[in-house]
């Protein structure tokens, strides 16, 4: 087999594995997007239970850190939105629930005892940081650093297009009181998936033809170097199989 054809062949074969894993990676997204996306086009990302005697719960720069992250053009090319609901528990209280710079929030909170979010595993077990400080808060809905919030009784939701920076969710009672319990759920949509998704089918479907064109091309020569060595091979007879007339 001459030695471009063995390096045809090596390369299809390298190049199958990656060419399929982008065309069905593509088919999953695409087809997980349809069917889990919801009317407005979010991805439920599930509803965890909130609770805090403090005053507050902060996710912050363990859960909902941008920044060091993609510079801002990444983000607006991604269009993703996050959306987030929460409904107190005890119906007693008005929720606020709020999105602002990490640094506007520190000083908010700053010697107001509170819990800060570390990690969620499955939808019941919350990890939290708790710190320390004094007890009720200024109302939140009094700040004027919010990027985007909502509060009021009820389920109250936001929806914030996402954005580089340093930013933290905050939920609490809308009066600032200690003492916070809430359903959270978590939304999230991307006007970029399904572009990704036709760039990957694309990429797949021609580096899986160009990597079967490469394979064929590669044992073709081999198919053609047995056939030459079949045609020009010797053919040695025994002896005793020659008949003389």
């Given at each position: 087999?001459?030695?471009?054809?063995?390096v045809?062949?090596?390369?299809?074969?390298?190049?199958?594995?990656?060419?399929?894993?982008?065309l069905?990676?593509?088919?999953?997204?695409?087809?997980?997007y349809q069917l889990w996306?919801d009317?407005?086009?979010?991805?439920d990302?599930?509803?965890?239970?909130?609770?805090?005697?403090?005053a507050?719960?902060v996710?912050?720069d363990?859960?909902?850190?941008?920044?060091p992250g993609?510079p801002a053009?990444i983000?607006?090319?991604?269009?993703?939105?996050?959306?987030?609901?929460?409904d107190?528990?005890?119906?007693?209280?008005?929720?606020?629930?709020g999105?602002a710079?990490?640094r506007?929030?520190?000083?908010?909170?700053?010697?107001?005892?509170?819990?800060v979010?570390?990690?969620?595993?499955g939808?019941?077990?919350v990890?939290?940081r708790?710190?320390e400080?004094?007890?009720?808060?200024a109302?939140?809905?009094?700040?004027p650093?919010?990027a985007?919030s909502?509060s009021?009784?009820?389920?109250q939701?936001f929806?914030?297009d996402?954005?580089s920076?340093?930013?933290?969710a905050?939920?609490?009672?809308a009066?600032?009181?200690?003492?916070?319990?809430?359903?959270?759920?978590?939304?999230?949509r991307?006007?970029?998936v399904?572009?990704?998704?036709?760039?990957?089918?694309?990429?797949?479907?021609?580096m899986?033809?160009?990597?079967?064109?490469?394979?064929?091309?590669?044992a073709?020569?081999?198919?053609?170097?047995?056939?030459?060595?079949?045609?020009t091979?010797?053919v040695?007879h025994d002896?005793?199989?020659?008949?003389?007339?």
């Amino acid at each position: 087999m001459r030695p471009g054809r063995v390096v045809a062949l090596v390369v299809g074969i390298v190049m199958l594995l990656p060419s399929l894993g982008l065309l069905f990676g593509g088919l999953a997204l695409g087809a997980g997007y349809q069917l889990w996306r919801d009317g407005d086009g979010f991805i439920d990302l599930g509803s965890t239970r909130l609770a805090t005697e403090t005053a507050a719960i902060v996710a912050g720069d363990a859960d909902f850190d941008l920044d060091p992250g993609p510079p801002a053009w990444i983000w607006s090319m991604l269009d993703t939105d996050l959306r987030v609901r929460a409904d107190s528990v005890t119906g007693d209280e008005s929720v606020f629930i709020g999105v602002a710079d990490s640094r506007d929030v520190a000083r908010y909170l700053d010697d107001v005892a509170h819990d800060v979010l570390v990690e969620v595993v499955g939808s019941r077990r919350v990890i939290y940081r708790s710190i320390e400080g004094d007890g009720p808060a200024a109302p939140p809905t009094a700040q004027p650093f919010w990027a985007v919030s909502a509060s009021g009784a009820g389920e109250q939701e936001f929806r914030w297009d996402v954005e580089s920076g340093n930013w933290s969710a905050v939920l609490m009672n809308a009066d600032g009181s200690e003492g916070v319990i809430a359903d959270v759920e978590l939304g999230v949509r991307s006007g970029a998936v399904l572009p990704i998704v036709v760039v990957m089918l694309a990429i797949g479907v021609l580096m899986t033809a160009g990597s079967v064109a490469l394979i064929v091309f590669g044992a073709a020569g081999a198919r053609d170097r047995s056939a030459a060595e079949a045609v020009t091979s010797p053919v040695v007879h025994d002896p005793g199989d020659i008949e003389h007339t």
